[in-house]
T-cell receptor, first 117, second 114 residues
Framework: GAVVSQHPSWVICKSGTSVKIECRSL??????MFWYRQFPKQSLMLMAT?????????EQGVEKDKFLINHASLTLSTLTVTSAHPEDSSFYIC?????????????FGPGTRLTVL | QKEVEQNSGPLSVPEGAIASLNCTYS??????FFWYRQYSGKSPELIMS????GDKEDGRFTAQLNKASQYVSLLIRDSQPSDSATYLC??????????????FGQGTILTVHP
C-alpha cells in the first residue's frame, strides 16, 4: 500500500495567525513531497516541491515567505501558512512520491481544509 | 497551448456501459502517465499508472498509451454510479530536476446514471 496522511483535516483560524499542516507517508519513505492548493470547482495548483534535507522549490507566484515548507525526514513534510488571510482559505493537499526515477507514482493525502476568518 | 488537455465534460453514461476518457499531452519527453479519480470535496486517488505504449488493465479499468500520438486514455467497463467523479489525467517527466512533478489536465467530470 501507499498511505499518506495529513493533519489536521480541517482548521479554522483568525486572520493574522499561522497554521501548520503536516503530511506523512505512513508506509513508505518519500524523498519528495508536493504541496497543492485547490479552490472550489478548480483544478489542483502545485505550490511547491519539497525535498528531504533541502530547501523547497516554489512555483512561480507562490510566496515562499508566506508558505513555509520543511521536509525534515523521509516521512514528514510540513506546510506553514504564515499570517493567514481570508484569501488563503482553500483546500490544501499534499502528495508523496513513491519510488524513484522512471517509476514515480504520487499518492495524495486526504487534504486539509483551511478557513481563515 | 495547454500542456495536458482533457475534455471537461460532463460525460454521462448509463450504468453498465463503457466510459471512455481521453487525454493528450504536448511534451514529447513525458515518461510517466497517470489517471486519478477525485470525488467532490476529496483529494485525488491514483487509479492507474502507465509507462509504455499499449494497454494496461486493472479490474474494470484499462489505460491505453500511444506516445507517437501523445495520447493516453482510460476505459471504465461496466460503469457504476460510484464511478461518478472527476477524472484527472497527469503526466510526468521523471528526469532532470522536475522530481517527478505532475502536470494535470483540467479533469473530465463523469456521471454514471442508473
Amino acid at each position: 500500500g501507499a498511505v499518506v496522511s495529513q493533519h489536521p483535516s480541517w482548521v479554522i483560524c483568525k486572520s493574522g495567525t499561522s497554521v501548520k499542516i503536516e503530511c506523512r507517508s505512513l508506509d513508505f519513505q518519500a524523498t519528495t513531497m508536493f504541496w497543492y492548493r485547490q479552490f472550489p470547482k478548480q483544478s489542483l495548483m502545485l505550490m511547491a516541491t519539497s525535498n528531504e534535507g533541502s530547501k523547497a522549490t516554489y512555483e512561480q507566484g507562490v510566496e515562499k515567505d508566506k508558505f513555509l515548507i520543511n521536509h525534515a525526514s523521509l516521512t514528514l513534510s510540513t506546510l506553514t501558512v504564515t499570517s493567514a488571510h481570508p484569501e488563503d482559505s482553500s483546500f490544501y493537499i499534499c502528495s508523496a512520491r513513491k519510488g524513484g526515477g522512471f517509476y514515480n507514482e504520487q499518492f495524495f493525502g486526504p487534504g486539509t481544509r483551511l478557513t481563515v476568518l | 497551448q495547454k500542456e495536458v488537455e482533457q475534455n471537461s465534460g460532463p460525460l454521462s453514461v448509463p450504468e453498465g456501459a463503457i466510459a471512455s476518457l481521453n487525454c493528450t499531452y504536448s511534451d514529447r519527453v513525458s515518461q510517466s502517465f497517470f489517471w486519478y479519480r477525485q470525488y467532490s470535496g476529496k483529494s485525488p486517488e491514483l487509479i492507474m499508472s502507465i509507462y509504455s505504449n499499449g494497454d494496461k488493465e486493472d479490474g474494470r479499468f484499462t489505460a491505453q498509451l500511444n506516445k507517437a500520438s501523445q495520447y493516453v486514455s482510460l476505459l471504465i467497463r461496466d460503469s457504476q454510479p460510484s464511478d461518478s467523479a472527476t477524472y484527472l489525467c497527469a503526466v510526468s517527466n521523471a528526469g532532470g530536476t522536475s522530481y517527478g512533478k505532475l502536470t494535470f489536465g483540467q479533469g473530465t467530470i463523469l456521471t454514471v446514471h442508473p
